[in-house]
């Protein structure tokens, strides 16, 4: 019998030791109590100055104890849920738990028939949705951009409006502000029931981004306000330039970042103790030639993999970025750079890994791309899945089965593990020569694109409820009226 | 009677390699003939699973159970073919050649054939020319199949070919080869009928050639 | 020529702001004239180090501060200049649109056109139309620069366009755009005079702009 067995705790990427963890700890407390970030939004102040918070003009220093508060009311571990009940697309955060998808707002995409780069509209949006729902291994969806035809102050209700019937994955959904994103909420709580049936079981989250450095916009904190009273789960990230708008060093802008998305923390906690809080940011180095924010540097891997660690030290969720690329097309760079910011992702262990599909440093959204990174997922999960020991696996007596000469290929054993220990990719060719001669020699970018269009052509997801079908269609109406009349 | 039949197929693409044995002795005391569980049974069990092994739904250890199953029947209705003067789909000599003791593709290569409701002999691994020629005139096979893994040892199947033309009974077989390092090209050169680049397509292949010579 | 020039063109390649006020004094004192020290140190050295960003020798850290150095000799130079515009070539007024706080991109523009001889007049950030306009009839420059970092807030660009041409004040400055976003095809749908890509870009556009006006 095994006693006092110990077990490695898994396949991880961890780049900081405790002590180091406890300094970059102490320096966000140290950013948020003795320099504090502005807050460009009255009511927010009110509520963090009556929780305890110190508040001169627009500057907010929130006090250690404060943070500390919200850190222990903030979950670890809760469940996003599919909105038709199935739960192989239900999110379970939690540790050790790694999702992918794809990310928010690019002005482009590239076309899936004509492969040329183009303004993104709101078919796309169906088109991504489509594709998402039936990748193996994306878990939620978001939109990979921003739909130029419909009128501006709607493009991000029209998103969710076409993204939700198109995919039981849960959503990541932006908007403006309160108006759009109360569209956005009414649409999923009449899927799920209502107010009080979406509560037990959500069935999206929100996303905010407010402005490096320390400056908490009026839209990011309203949007977080808006989705604390409506118990939205909700992430709250900059997006940070190292160099630019954070300090160029790894550890600085982890300790800056954190720091931003804290305040959101502080303040979600305060309105609604326990609403699940993901924590950012998308942290990347600004390219001192090309004057970018880089999608497929190193340091971006390497800065997320130690802000990971430091939510993770906090018992916080984070929102990872992975599967993106500074490459313009779908080439051997944008696999490169894509495949290796996956698999670092997923050996750090981010909870929503996002931005897989971005190209262009982020400009051009692009489906083929998140469709080549599904298999650079699967390959990487399998490997953070890692060695299991047991007497079993162990096989010793399966080799004294088989002996010197013979061969496995019939063996009980082979048969029991050979689907589950062997990881079968959907894109990357195995064929000999000859078979991948005879099929027109196709590449890699030729597998991509054909699996595309045969899931666009063949997948059919699950559909909303008839009544989530009407509600959709009445919302938009009120929402098209409402920006009409508007000055 | 078809019943059991399907049953039979069914059970050949799920690999119950006990039922198989057991649905043979029952379909032949029921009244099928020996040729009826073969061709009505458990090929077309075997061919689906060939089918589903292209496509990438089946994967090698399934097959292989599925051809020990399709075998396990085959114990039982041979004897009746036999002692009826029914033909086999033809007899395979199989090897891995000289210097070469790889043999786990040319054992696939076997079980495939098998399947395919080839006869087969299986001579090992590391085998002379000699042992090939000697093989030819006695099992009196309708293919001779060469296996090696070695760039190095690729060699040994043009001597193999040598010896065959040397005894006079190249003329009798046709002669396939397969392996890792093998192509095309090789085949061609060294003036063998076919060559396969894998196990299923060996067994294909196998059948094709048969077809081709009578 | 002048070992004071070099060193004064060395001085802007490497950023040495404190250093680059005594090699000017230093020059003026061994007599050269303003226009020379304008000509053959500072702006040779400006253009050495547009060349170096463009082979990625140098770095947009490093330009700003060669930037930064060039502006300093220039204000110094600037009572001493006849001709005005050898120093000053024109005035940009520069900012963030409406519904916009992104400003790094925006300050990089401003800098890289002070080296490039510009008085900026940064407005900031969430800006409305009629802060332009009011801008414009206030310090009269050459140029009009917005900034965006949104697709969203990109529309704010067209929106003050039009409120420069209502308040019939378009004909007297040229408009420039720019941010991530934004690409030469959308500047031409709104009607502006020019885009750059990047900040150094835009800087050299401005000055085209004003050389042709």
């Not at chain 1, 419909?150 to 493009?155: K, Q, S």
């Not at chain 1, 791309?369 to 490997?383: E, H, K, L």
């Not at chain 3, 000509?39 to 050295?45: F, M, S």
């Amino acid at each position: 019998m095994r006693t006092n067995y110990r077990v490695n705790a898994g396949v991880r990427f961890e780049v900081f030791s405790r002590d180091q963890l406890e300094e970059l700890f102490n320096g966000v407390l140290h950013v948020m109590d003795k320099i504090g970030l502005d807050v460009h939004h009255e009511e927010a102040r009110n509520i963090l100055a009556d929780a305890g918070a110190h508040v001169e003009d627009k500057r907010v220093r929130i006090p250690t104890h404060l943070v500390k508060r919200a850190l222990a009311t903030a979950p670890r571990s809760f469940t996003i849920y599919a909105r038709d009940g199935n739960p192989a697309h239900d999110i379970q955060i939690g540790p050790g738990r790694a999702h992918f998808g794809p990310g928010p707002t690019p002005p482009n995409f590239i076309d899936v028939e004509t492969l040329e780069r183009r303004p993104y509209v709101r078919d796309d949006a169906r088109i991504v949705a489509t594709v998402v729902d039936a990748l193996p291994n994306i878990d939620f969806c978001e939109s990979l951009g921003t739909i130029s035809d419909v009128p501006t102050d709607l493009a991000a209700a029209y998103e969710f409006a076409t993204m939700f019937p198109r995919t039981t994955k849960p959503i990541v959904a932006w908007s403006f502000g309160w108006d759009d994103s109360n569209d956005i909420h009414q649409i999923a709580i009449t899927e799920a029931g209502g107010q009080e049936a979406f509560e037990r079981r959500p069935n999206y989250i929100h996303y905010c981004e407010p402005l490096s450095p320390l400056v908490s916009t009026f839209e990011a904190v309203d949007k977080v306000i808006f989705a604390a009273r409506h118990a939205v789960p909700v992430i709250f990230t900059t997006c940070a330039l190292a160099g630019g708008t954070a300090p160029v060093t790894p550890a600085g802008i982890i300790i800056q970042t954190t720091a931003e998305s804290f305040m959101g923390l502080v303040l979600s906690q305060i309105i609604r103790p326990g609403l699940p809080f993901f924590t950012g940011g998308v942290l990347s180095v600004m390219d001192m030639s090309a004057m970018i924010l880089s999608y497929g540097a190193p340091e971006l891997s390497l800065m997320m993999a130690g802000v990971t660690e430091l939510a993770h030290y906090c018992g916080l969720p984070l929102w990872q970025t992975g599967g993106c690329t500074d490459s313009k097309c779908l080439d051997e760079q944008a696999s490169l750079e894509g495949s290796l910011s996956v698999f670092f992702s997923a050996l750090s262990g981010g909870d929503l890994c996002h931005d897989v599909g971005y190209t262009e440093s982020g400009m051009t959204g692009s489906i083929l791309q998140t469709v080549m990174m599904d298999d650079a997922i699967g390959y990487s999960r399998r490997i953070t899945r890692g060695i299991e020991v047991t007497p079993d696996t162990l096989a010793v007596d399966v080799i004294r089965d088989v002996g010197p000469d013979g061969h496995y290929l019939y063996h009980d054993h082979t048969m029991q593990h050979f689907k589950t220990e062997f990881w079968y990719p959907n894109l990357c060719d195995r064929h000999n020569y000859e078979e991948w001669a005879a099929e027109g020699k196709q590449t890699m970018r030729a597998r991509v694109i054909d699996r595309t269009r045969e899931i666009l052509a063949t997948h059919n997801p699950s559909p909303v409820r008839p009544e989530t079908a009407e509600a959709i269609t009445a919302i938009m109406a009120a929402a098209e009226n409402r920006v009409k009349n508007k000055p | 009677m078809s019943e059991i039949l399907k049953r039979m197929s069914s059970a050949v693409i799920q690999g119950q390699r006990d039922d198989t044995r057991q649905m043979a002795r029952d379909a032949i005391e029921g009244g099928c003939s020996a040729e009826e569980v073969l061709y009505q049974g458990l090929m077309p069990g075997m061919d689906h699973v060939s089918g589903e092994f292209k496509a990438g739904r089946m994967f090698v250890p399934e097959v292989m159970r599925s051809a020990r199953a399709m075998l396990n029947a085959m114990e039982v209705i041979k004897p009746i073919m036999v002692k009826n003067g029914i033909r086999m789909a033809g007899k395979v000599v199989l090897g891995t050649v000289q210097g070469d003791l790889h043999d786990i593709g040319k054992n696939l290569v076997g079980m495939m054939c098998e399947g395919a409701g080839f006869e087969i002999h299986d001579l090992g691994a590391d085998v002379a020319p000699g042992q090939f020629v000697e093989a030819v005139k006695a099992f009196q096979p309708d293919i001779v199949g060469m296996s090696a893994l070695l760039t190095t040892t690729m060699r040994a199947m043009e001597g193999t070919v040598q010896a065959l033309v040397e005894a006079g009974v190249r003329d009798r077989v046709k002669v396939m080869i397969g392996g890792a390092p093998v192509t095309q090209a090789f085949a061609d050169r060294i003036g063998v009928d076919g060559y396969a680049p894998d196990a299923a397509a060996a067994a294909d292949k196998a059948k094709h050639l048969i077809a081709a010579s009578r | 020529m002048s070992q004071t020039l070099e060193q004064i063109t060395t001085g802007v390649i490497e950023g040495n702001i404190q250093g680059i006020r005594q090699l000017i004094q230093k020059a003026l004192e061994e007599g050269l004239k303003a226009e020379e020290i304008l000509q053959n140190g500072l702006i040779v050295g400006m253009n050495e180090v547009g060349k170096r960003f463009k082979v990625a020798q140098m770095f947009i850290p490093e330009v700003l501060r060669a930037a930064k150095t060039m502006h300093a000799g220039q204000e110094l130079l600037h009572p001493l200049v006849t001709d005005a515009r050898a120093v000053r070539v024109g005035t940009i007024v520069i900012g963030t649109v409406q519904g916009d706080m992104h400003d790094i991109g925006k300050n990089l523009v401003g800098m890289m056109c002070e080296g490039a001889g510009f008085e900026v007049i940064d407005l900031g950030f969430d800006l409305s139309p009629e802060t332009f306009t009011e801008a414009i009839k206030v310090h009269q420059p050459d140029i009009v620069g917005m900034s965006a970092l949104l697709t969203t807030t990109m529309r704010s660009m067209g929106h003050t366009l039009k409120a420069i041409t209502e308040a019939g004040l378009r004909e007297k400055v040229k408009v420039m755009v720019g941010g991530a976003p934004v690409d030469a095809e959308f500047a031409a749908r709104i009607g502006a005079d020019g885009y750059g890509h990047n900040a150094v870009v835009g800087a050299e556009l401005a000055r085209k702009l004003v050389e042709a006006a």
